[in-house]
């Protein structure tokens, strides 16, 4: 059974950094899209970051772009989210997300188009 496990949440002061991991298990990273989503309290879940684990193409959404990086290590079977430079409006929970086997990203980036969830980590930033 496909499993997807985050960890690396915590809390942090604005401008610091966090790593989060998302272990899988029953199923390898490779050849999907992959992708971190978050949700804040009272807002919709929203992209983050996708890749595309064979080739390495990403997207980022624009309030990430340029602090966020995310990345695979396909022999661990393990997705990335290096984030960097937090600000306060990054506090949520993170989840990671997989797409079938094959299945490239979407153009649109929605939770819906996502079969496979982890149970999130939270991530909170303070000022």
């Known amino acids: 059974q496909r499993q997807l496990v985050e960890s690396g949440g915590g809390s942090v002061q604005a401008g610091g950094s966090l790593r989060l991991s998302c272990a899988a298990s029953?199923?390898?990273?490779?050849?999907?899209?992959m992708a971190w989503f978050r949700q804040a309290p009272g807002l919709e879940r929203e992209g983050v970051a996708t890749?595309?684990?064979?080739?390495?193409?990403?997207w980022y959404a624009d309030s990430v772009k340029g602090r966020f990086t995310i990345s695979q290590d396909n022999a661990k079977n393990t997705l990335y989210l290096q984030m960097n430079s937090l600000k306060p409006e990054d506090t949520a929970i993170y989840y990671c997300?997989?797409?079938?086997?094959?299945?490239?990203?979407?153009?649109?980036?929605?939770?819906?188009?996502?079969?496979?969830w982890g149970q999130g980590t939270q991530v909170t930033v303070s000022s």
């Open positions: 997300a997989a797409r079938p086997l094959w299945a490239r990203c979407p153009d649109t980036v929605s939770p819906l188009t996502f079969g496979a």
């Open positions: 029953g199923a390898t990273i490779s050849s999907r899209c």
């Open positions: 890749i595309y684990t064979s080739g390495g193409s990403t």
